[in-house]
């Protein structure tokens, strides 16, 4: 796969669409729509593509930033709340970083989803 714009746009979009429909599918049958329990943050780091670290001032490292993805202290690239909801449930927070992360690994990127209790 050559590394594109549009196929790092893609695989963002993917991941991202992936995240919302878990994390919305955990809130609804899991939860039964009520946003209770633990309170918190989830994100997915991005560290490298093809075994190859990814740093902010390469080709692939301009597409993510271009894409919207930032990079954290880190340096890693870094999407927080990939799947968007809206609920304060860091569980379903984390189904749907872990959901992005496994979108991602499969367009060769190495990602791992991140949490923490707020």
């Known amino acids: ?11 963002i979009m993917e991941a991202k669409e992936a ?9 609804r049958n899991r939860m039964g729509g009520r946003d209770a329990y633990a309170c918190g943050f989830a994100w997915v780091n991005i560290w490298e ?3 190859v670290k990814i740093k902010g001032n390469t080709k692939l490292g301009k597409m993510l930033k271009a894409a919207g993805v930032r ?3 880190t340096k890693a690239f870094q999407i ?15 189904v749907g970083a872990q959901a992005a992360a496994d979108v991602l690994k499969k367009y060769g990127f190495t990602a791992y989803a991140g949490s923490r209790l707020d």
């Open 1 to 11: 796969m050559e590394l594109t714009q549009n196929f790092v746009n893609h695989a």
């Open 49 to 51: 593509h093809n075994g």
């Open 71 to 73: 990079q954290d202290y």
């Open 19 to 27: 995240a919302y429909a878990a994390a919305d599918d955990f809130f």
């Open 80 to 94: 927080w709340n990939p799947s968007g909801l809206t609920v304060q449930n860091v569980d379903c927070k984390e």
